[in-house]
């Protein structure tokens, strides 16, 4: 079976820093991008950035460039979404998802999300 | 950067009906367009790819047309399943978008 595992929910404190992961399996893990969605509590999806792990290759939503790091273990099919100084407003669910399609045009595969609460 | 614009935001309809939304780009995008169902508390779960094509699963009540800026998803006959929100999704040069969803209700 195809899947991606996130990591647990995260509550933590203004300025602190933080890592999740997202852990592929039934698939060749460097063979397809994995991107990172934001939903912020009660609000819409926001693609936040995207990276091909068979050679770590990122591109980022201008909204998120240089507000988070993506990146890779191919080793252990594992993605990583990281913040170096969270805010009250990186408060939200954040899924990883599987790209697909000629262009990875599309997202067919889901994590079933990180909770992140940043709060003091 | 290509917008998405959703309409309507919030649909209110009966089992039965078939229901229509619609998703507009800023510019063209091809058939570079994917459609999600998300349920409260659920991950998003994709529908329909490159436009029109139907993911493996996904009941054929489902249907999406459209290419360039306008699409639309169509469901044939809403069933009680199908009370979610849906967001269209679009790709551009290694920019990836979506609306902003819309929300069937139950009326």
């Known amino acids: 079976e195809v899947q991606l595992v996130q990591s647990g929910a995260e509550v933590k404190k203004p300025g602190e820093s933080l890592k999740i992961s997202c852990k592929g399996s039934?698939?060749?893990?460097?063979?397809?991008?994995i991107g990172w969605v934001r939903q912020m509590p009660g609000k819409g999806l926001e693609w936040m950035g995207i990276i091909y792990p068979g050679d770590s290759d990122t591109r980022y939503s201008p909204s998120f460039q240089g507000q988070v790091t993506i990146s890779a273990d191919k080793s252990i099919s594992t993605a990583y979404l990281q913040w170096s100084s969270l805010k009250a407003s990186d408060t939200a669910m954040y899924y990883c998802?599987?790209?697909?399609?000629?262009?990875?045009?599309?997202?067919?595969?889901w994590g079933k999300g990180t909770t992140v609460t940043v709060s003091s | 950067d290509i917008q998405m614009t959703q309409s309507p935001s919030t649909l209110s309809a009966s089992v039965g009906d078939r229901v229509t939304i619609t998703c507009r780009a800023s510019q063209s995008i091809s058939s570079w367009l994917a459609w999600y169902q998300q349920k409260p508390g659920k991950a998003p779960k994709l529908l329909i790819y490159k436009a029109s094509s139907l993911e493996s699963g996904v009941p054929s009540r489902f249907s999406g047309s459209g290419s360039g800026t306008e699409f639309t998803l169509t469901i044939s006959s809403l069933q009680p399943d199908d009370f979610a929100t849906y967001y269209c999704?679009?790709?551009?040069?290694?920019?990836?978008?979506f609306g902003q969803g819309t929300k069937v209700e139950i009326k």
């Open positions: 999704q679009q790709y551009n040069s290694y920019t990836w978008t």
């Open positions: 998802a599987r790209h697909n399609g000629d262009y990875s045009d599309y997202m067919d595969v």
């Open positions: 039934g698939y060749s893990f460097t063979s397809y991008w």
